[in-house]
Each structure stands twice: as C-alpha cells, then as structure tokens.
C-alpha cells in the first residue's frame, strides 16, 4: 500500500469516524484533553498499522477495538490510577456536607451520568449499541467476546441502569 493511498484512508476514517471515536474514548476516560490525545494515538495506529488490516471485519469496527485497548490501557496506567487518587483526595477535602452533595447530583444528573456510573463491561456495551449505533456482531467483534456476551451485558446493563433509577428516583 503506498502512502498515497494510507493518506486517503486515513483521511475518510478521520472524516467518518473521529466524532464517534471521541465520543466513545470519553465514556472511558472522562476528560477531554486525554480523549483528544488517545484519539491521535488511535489514527496514528490505525495509519502505521493500515498495511496489516485484513478485511475481515469493516475500518469502523477495527478503529473501535484500537479505541478499545488504548483506553483499556491508559486506564491500567500508574499515571491514571494516580490521577484518579488526587482527585478522590481534593473531593474529600471540599465535602460541604451530605445534603449539599445530594443535591447537586439531583440537579445535575441526566441519562448519560447515569449511563457512565454503570460498571465499564456494561458501559461499553451500552454505550456502543445505543449511542455509537453498532450491532451486537460488531460490537462483539470490537470487545473480542461473543455476540452471546453483548447481549447478556446489554440486558444486565439495562437492569442495573432501571434499578438505580427506581432506587434513585431519577426522571426522565
């Protein structure tokens, strides 16, 4: 494959798919500034590694499992573990009490809050069924488990979502 043509491909799945590879990354990480980053690393895999895709599954669900492990990766990192630590630490120390804080998780909570609260293994699922838009084989294919497996984490996630919701009594 000549550069030419890697450039061409790349640039379609940039066009194509940046918004949602975004959009995904950030259900992982949470914060802008390192979904940007783990986005640029994707491509830049994707395009170094563009010579090795097979064909067998489509440039869509190939992007994903790259987001996928990239994520799955810098969530395993010391350096986030320890970020994640900090913040737990400055949170504790600006407690106004429990009232103050039951509040504000009222007046600020939405469906995609409630969505990211859920364990990762049905986050994902959900996430990419319902707002990334794959099919149960791609996302299969995207978490490397079966298409058995989605659908198991997408009914348990959609229960474990329904009850926090009753327990919570969150609205619609």
Known sequence: MTEDEKDVHLNAAMAQHGD????LIFTYV????KTE?????VFMKFYNNLHRFEGRSSIKTYLYRIAVNECQNYLKSWHYRKLEMTEKIKTWKKRDGLEADYIQKEQNQTIGELVNKLPVKYREVIWLYYYI?????EIADVLKC??????TRLARGRKLAKITIE???YEY
């Open 30 to 33: 949470k914060d802008i500034q």
């Open 146 to 151: 079966s298409a058995n497996t989605v659908k």
């Open 20 to 23: 949602y590879l975004k959009r």
């Open 167 to 169: 327990e919570g009594h």
């Open 37 to 41: 980053d783990l986005v640029q690393e």
């Open 133 to 137: 838009e794959l099919t149960i084989p």
